[in-house]
């Protein structure tokens, strides 16, 4: 387990909020101190524009930033030019979609699976809808996982491109990716993967993976908002053409003709997000520091407490009993998940109700929406007693009407 | 507890579990509202004649608060002049911000929603009902 106490202490969160019970890191993660001092290091001490200025203070902030790609490209073991920045993993899903549905034609198919969050499938619903492309779904198994098997059933001479998540947001499992991308290149496809969930709690090797896009928001990872990261092999980002043009990111303009520059500075127009940049840097020294495999070992112990917990409680059903990650989804019978939000919302414990932005997995459960608690470095067995305390009394407090 | 006893009052969960002139009979205006942060999805259907709300249906899902509205809605808006109907959802709205209205028992049933003023998160699935048949009303007045 990991020291909580200590671990708290960085989060200025729990100082204003001595009782915070925060179960929504799935949504975003709270800010450690040391990410907001970076950033406020920059606005106060070298708060100027990047590449552009010929000045001291300009150097140093582009330094810090393309120090900030570097980092970046390390923790996922890519190259620096394979970086490009994006205001969050939508825009970049978003960008990717964009930029590779113009090699695509009629008839082709994109894959996807029912896990998926909004931002991953519906840029692609919209593409398949403009440019009269299917849309294939890969069937779940009964547990509500994604399969290698099924994935291979479904695979034709159409297929081009395979949009998957790494963990669902809601069933916290982990997709087969490796086996995956590897039947996919077998047939011609390319791969992008939703990381948005994975990052904080897996190491990503996008080599490792083969994957040939990737993209994951910096907020979910201790990180500030503002800032995401899109992935792609520098081979396949070269064929790319950018889907913004303006400020920096061309290198000659003349009157009818643009020279624009190399990857993966022709992806970023305008003037980036500086100080997120710098602030994701240090988000990932943060994560490095306290370990991967540490995190994860921490939220699967206090997942396995709040399963065993929970299912002492009657009238209670969790929907993802074998979730890889520190992610629960569950229901009190009867309740709709936002009366029962409200119980916990006045015991300052913050979790979400709804569909998470991903209603088709909640539509495949047959459900109108799920409480979801997701656990992470911050959290301990106590703050698990304090949910478990609501929900008892969200269990016995509707006990009392007949609720249908 | 006293505080959710008030939000969650018995006559709210009797509505919520037996709604009243719950389903569309395709007699009347229908507007469809969502609220997608949460699941609310409620239409209202008004019938109205000479000037009067005749009936109130309404059809959809949601949480109980959200639902169980729609139902005591129904029952208070019947019968009304339009320009009475208009008036009671005005008040209704107020009374859920929190502020003061001056003629409470208009809102008749729909006093028991007064709690919701102190959880702003809930105003939204106290509300989605009442401005279908809001939206539904601006309508009327303008066709006229």
Known sequence: ?404 | MNQMQNLYREVIMDHYSHPRNKGLTGNGKQNHLRNPSCGDDITIELEIKDGKVNHVHHDGHGCSICCSSASVMSEVLTGKTIEEAKEIIHSYFQMIKGEEIQNEDILEEALVYQGVAQFPARTKCATIAWKAAEDLLGDQHEEK
């Not at chain 1, 703050?383 to 407090?397: A, G, N």
Request: aromatic letters at 10%; glycine letters at 4%; a negative charge.
């Open chain 1, 1 to 404: 387990m990991l020291d909580c106490k200590k671990i708290r202490k960085m989060f200025p969160i729990y100082q204003n909020y001595p009782d915070l019970v925060y179960l929504d890191s799935g949504a975003t993660s709270l800010k450690p101190q040391c990410v907001l001092d970076k950033m406020n290091e920059y606005y106060t001490q070298y708060g100027v524009n990047i590449h552009r200025g010929v000045y001291r203070l300009s150097y140093q902030a582009t330094e810090a930033y393309d120090q900030a790609r570097q980092i970046v490209a390390d923790f996922i073991h890519a190259h620096f030019n394979e970086i490009v920045f994006t205001k969050n993993v939508t825009e970049a899903l978003n960008k990717i979609c964009q930029m590779y549905q113009k090699k695509l034609k009629e008839n082709d198919e994109i894959i996807t699976c029912e896990l998926e969050h909004h931002s991953s499938v519906l840029p692609w619903m919209k593409a398949c809808e403009e440019k009269n492309m299917k849309l294939v779904y890969i069937p779940l198994n009964d547990e509500g996982r994604v399969t290698v098997d099924q994935f291979k059933k479904i695979i034709t001479h159409q297929s081009k491109v395979l949009v998957i998540t790494y963990v669902s947001n809601v069933m916290g499992y982990i997709t087969p990716l490796k086996e995956m991308i590897q039947l996919a290149h077998q047939h011609h496809m390319i791969v992008i993967v939703d990381a948005a969930q994975a990052v904080s709690h897996l190491p990503i090797d996008v080599k490792d993976l083969d994957c040939d896009f990737l993209a994951f928001s910096g907020h979910k990872m201790l990180g500030p908002t503002g800032i995401g990261v899109l992935y792609g092999k520098k081979e396949l980002l070269k064929t790319l053409d950018p889907i913004d043009y303006g400020g920096d990111m061309n290198e000659e303009v003349d009157l009818y003709h643009v020279d624009i520059k190399d990857i993966p500075f022709r992806f970023e127009a305008g003037t980036p997000m500086i100080a997120e940049a710098i602030g994701l840097k240090e988000a990932i020294h943060l994560l490095q520091s306290i370990g991967l495999d540490q995190i994860r070992q921490h939220e699967l112990e206090i997942l396995e407490y709040a399963k065993e917990k929970l299912s002492q409680i009657p009238n209670v059903t969790v929907y993802n009993k074998t979730s890889d990650i520190g992610i629960l989804s569950f229901n009190v019978n009867g309740v709709h998940p936002h009366d029962a939000a409200t119980f916990f919302d006045e015991a300052n414990i913050c979790l979400r109700a709804g569909h998470h932005c991903a209603q088709l997995i909640t539509k495949w459960l047959h459900c109108i929406g799920t409480l979801r608690a997701t656990f992470y470095i911050y959290n301990t067995k106590e703050d698990v007693d304090k949910m478990i305390e609501v929900v008892q009394e969200v269990v016995s407090f509707f006990h009392q009407f007949e609720v249908k």
